[in-house]
Structures are given as structure tokens and as C-alpha cells.
């Protein structure tokens, strides 16, 4: 019997990015449900009844939720192909703290940066690129996060790089500049098909900003 | 294995540190319980988790692993003689994953909400209907997860167990403190149930905090926290 595998989405949602990623990476094909946050379909309330957010991967009529989880998930599922996870425990562990370090933190600290003006948006960039060297800092040389192969932390973090546009322009700074290696991990990134199919254009994700800044009088 | 190998860095009051605790017992591990002095900490700690600075950090052969979830999923994937701690269909772990983030994110925040944020009867009544919310989902959640078993995990516990019930010693606490009952029989009568026999579990008995001394701990914790700074 065939898979099933639909992606409840909203395109310029990181969280959503590190699915479709998980998904190309594994080569699973599946439906992608755009969905409108100002009106969400009875579908994705049914299927995300505690939270009511995207992304939402539905494997077989199934729903798991947080995109963490279903990256973990899928990578569970399909485990022939490209694995997410390294197999030794303390990588893995390592893996999970990191892919935890940027839930825990980038959000936020990104969201401050266009959300806020004048010295709340600087104090707001000095915290965002602090985090940004704690990981350039835990990247290192290597190649991707887990070293060799891209990973859980990698998959974790990338979907912000086409974020970053547009808090360079409400910020007015650059990122390069402070976290080169960092920009240059995102570039190599970017040269994998998994990655560049799956995030957002900037300039979408830029206008998408412009628009919440206007709904909550942010300008 | 020697107990030196596995050392853990903690403190008794943590439920946090308690999952590390309750894992390390189901698979039958020895190893040196470390507890750090409230309100300082140790060089070690400072050196084992530079990110966060916090309990507990579970030390391997040398090797530091933090925050509590991610413990318990390497203690589990390392010991694999001893009984399993995540359930092994996927789509059954991305399940109690889901419930651990939510009692982590979004539910033992509100819990701790009812001592240290609401000030007055209406933001505490607030809080405690969010504490309350979270259970009757936990309530609803249970019948789906336990395959009729007393625990979340089924027949034994699991990592969902683990998850929720490190946190019950200090919902009692802070019932006592508040005058407020958030687990009551008549709402989540499953939870009820399966409290008791987490508490009675041999892997939880010894780690789980008696409810008067973690009530004197809590004592003193809310006065320093509410004092003012000295000069």
C-alpha cells in the first residue's frame, strides 16, 4: 500500500521548511497544503487540536505535530535513505541539544530584531548575533554541524538563512560580516536540492514581514 | 562498568534531575549523584554544560550530556539490556514526544505560574484553570497510550511517564502552598490512578521527594525569590 504523506504548511515558516526538507532528503513524495493562518481549515484544527499550528505532517490519516518531532519521525520511518540522525548515542544526544539550543533561542531573539526600533532593536541584534557565534562557535571547521553529513541541527537551523534578508534590512546590519563561517555553513547548505527546493524566496519572506509590521502597527 | 564511569549532576528537589534518575534505575545503572549546592555552582557544572549552566547534566566516561528529555533519550539508547524507555513504533515516540514538549513548554511553566507569578484571586484562578486545561488533556491522552497498562508507556514505564510524573511531588507542593487542588479524582480520574502507581513504581520510590521536606525546600526558595536584593 502507498504511503499517504501531506504537509499542512505556511510557506515562509521555518518550522514547516525543516519537513519539507526531512521529506526531500528521504525522496518521499507528498501532498503540500498551503494554509491561510487568518483561516485555518477544519483539517489542520482536527489535526493539531492542542496547539492549531502549522506544520503538521498527516503519515496515513495520522497527525504528528512540531517539526522537530516529525523530522525525528520521518527519519524513524524511512530509515533506508539519508539518515537525519547519526547512529551513535552521544552524536545523537548532541544532535537533539543543539537542534533544542535553536528552538530554545533563535526565534525569539530574530523576532525582536524586526519587531523592535532604536535601542530595542539594538540590544535585540547584539543578543541575535551572540546566539548566531554560540553556534558558528559549535559548527567549527566541519562542514555541517554533525560533521561529515548534514543533519537534525543542520535541518534545524537552515530554514532562518532566508529569514535573514529581510532582518538585515529591518536591522539594518549585516550578518556576514559578524558570522561569516556561519553564512558560508548556510551556502553550502543552500547547494544541496533538499535545502534550496525547500526554503522560502527572501524577497516572499521579506514582503510577509512588511505586512505583520503593518497588521500590528510595528512600522 | 564502574559507578565512576556514569556520574550525575544534580539536586534532589529537580524534577528535572528526577527523570535523569528514574531512567538511570529502570536500566539498572549505577552511578555517583553529584548534588550541587542551591545557589551556587560547581566548577564542573560550569565546565559540563557552558550553554545553560543547569542541572542536571548526566557525565559519561567523561563526556557531558544536558537538559533532561535528551538525557533520558541517550540512557536509553546506550543501555539497551535493560527495558525499553521509548516506545518502539514511530509513530507511537513521536506521540510521547509530543506530550513531553507540551508538559515542558507549555504545561509545568503554567504550574509554576500559580506560586510565582499570580498576584491575587483572579490571575491564580486563571493559572490554575490553565494547570487544569493541560491535565484533561493528559486525562484524554492516556486511554490512547497505555494499551491497558497503568502507565503511559503500557505495562511499565515509560517516557511519557517520566515526562509528567517527576513533576507530581511539586504539584503537591504547590497545592498545599496555594489552597487549590489541580489533581482531582473527579476531573482526571485516570491521572489519579496512574499517580499513585508511578509513585509506587521501584524505579520512582526512592527518587520521588516526600511532599513535606520538598514543602520546607519550597519555603525557603519562594522567600529568596521574593526578597529584595540586598544592597
Redesign the interface.
Known amino acids: 500500500m502507498a504511503d499517504e504523506v501531506i504537509l499542512l504548511n505556511f510557506c515562509p515558516s521555518v518550522f514547516g521548511m525543516r519537513i519539507r526538507i526531512a521529506l526531500a532528503e528521504k525522496g518521499i513524495e507528498y501532498e503540500y497544503r498551503e494554509e491561510d493562518l487568518k483561516n485555518k481549515s477544519p483539517l489542520l484544527l482536527k489535526m493539531n487540536p492542542v496547539h492549531k499550528k502549522i506544520p503538521v505532517l498527516i503519515h496515513n490519516g495520522k497527525p504528528v505535530c512540531e517539526s522537530l518531532i516529525a523530522v525525528e519521525y520521518i527519519d524513524e520511518v524511512w530509515k533506508e535513505k539519508a539518515p537525519i540522525l547519526p547512529s551513535d548515542p552521544y552524536q545523537r544526544a548532541q544532535a537533539r541539544f543543539w537542534a533544542d539550543y535553536v528552538d530554545k533561542k533563535v526565534y525569539a531573539a530574530a523576532r525582536n530584531v524586526w519587531a523592535t526600533k532604536g535601542e530595542e532593536q539594538e540590544a535585540a541584534k547584539k543578543e541575535f548575533i551572540e546566539i548566531l557565534k554560540v553556534l558558528e562557535g559549535e559548527l567549527g571547521d566541519k562542514p555541517y554541524f554533525g560533521g561529515e553529513t548534514f543533519g537534525l541541527t543542520d535541518i534545524s537551523l537552515i530554514g532562518y538563512y532566508c529569514w535573514f534578508y529581510a532582518y538585515e534590512t529591518f536591522g539594518n546590519f549585516s550578518i556576514e560580516s559578524e558570522c561569516p563561517k556561519l553564512i558560508a555553513w548556510a551556502k553550502r547548505c543552500m547547494e544541496k536540492e533538499s535545502v534550496s527546493k525547500s526554503l522560502a524566496d527572501p524577497h516572499t519572506v521579506y514582503d510577509f514581514v512588511l505586512g505583520v509590521k503593518k497588521r500590528l502597527g510595528l512600522e | 562498568m564502574s559507578t565512576s564511569d556514569v556520574k550525575l549532576l544534580g539536586g534532589w528537589p529537580s524534577p528535572f534531575v528526577m527523570r535523569a534518575r528514574i531512567a538511570l534505575n529502570i536500566k539498572s545503572v549505577d552511578y555517583e549523584f553529584l548534588q550541587e549546592k542551591v545557589g551556587e555552582k560547581s566548577e564542573l557544572l560550569l565546565k559540563s554544560n557552558p550553554?545553560y549552566k543547569k542541572i542536571p547534566v548526566l557525565i559519561?566516561a567523561d563526556?557531558p550530556?544536558?537538559?533532561s528529555l535528551?538525557?533520558v533519550?541517550?540512557i536509553d539508547?546506550?543501555w539497551t539490556s535493560g527495558p525499553s524507555i521509548l516506545p518502539s513504533d514511530?509513530?507511537d515516540?513521536?506521540i510521547a514526544?509530543?506530550w513531553a514538549?507540551?508538559i515542558d513548554d507549555k504545561w509545568f511553566p503554567s504550574v509554576r505560574g500559580i506560586a510565582l507569578i499570580a498576584e491575587g484571586d483572579e490571575e491564580k484562578k486563571e493559572a490554575v484553570q490553565e494547570v487544569a486545561t493541560g491535565l484533561e488533556?493528559l486525562e484524554d491522552a492516556f486511554p490512547k497510550c497505555n494499551k491497558g497498562g497503568n502507565f503511559f508507556g503500557g505495562e511499565r514505564i515509560g517516557y511519557l511517564d517520566i515526562a509528567l510524573g517527576c513533576f507530581l511531588a511539586w504539584l503537591r507542593v504547590t497545592e498545599k502552598l496555594n489552597n487549590v487542588k489541580l489533581l482531582d479524582e473527579a476531573k482526571t480520574p485516570n491521572l489519579c490512578k496512574w499517580a499513585e502507581s508511578f509513585c509506587s513504581d521501584a524505579a520512582v520510590k526512592d527518587v520521588m521527594p516526600e511532599t513535606d521536606k520538598l514543602l520546607g525546600f519550597a519555603k525557603v526558595l519562594m522567600a529568596r525569590f521574593k526578597a529584595p536584593p540586598a544592597n
Do not use: G, M, S, T
Request: with cysteine.
Open positions: 550553554v559519561h563526556k550530556i544536558c537538559e535528551i538525557i533519550q541517550y539508547e546506550v514511530p509513530y515516540r513521536a514526544r509530543f514538549a507540551y488533556l
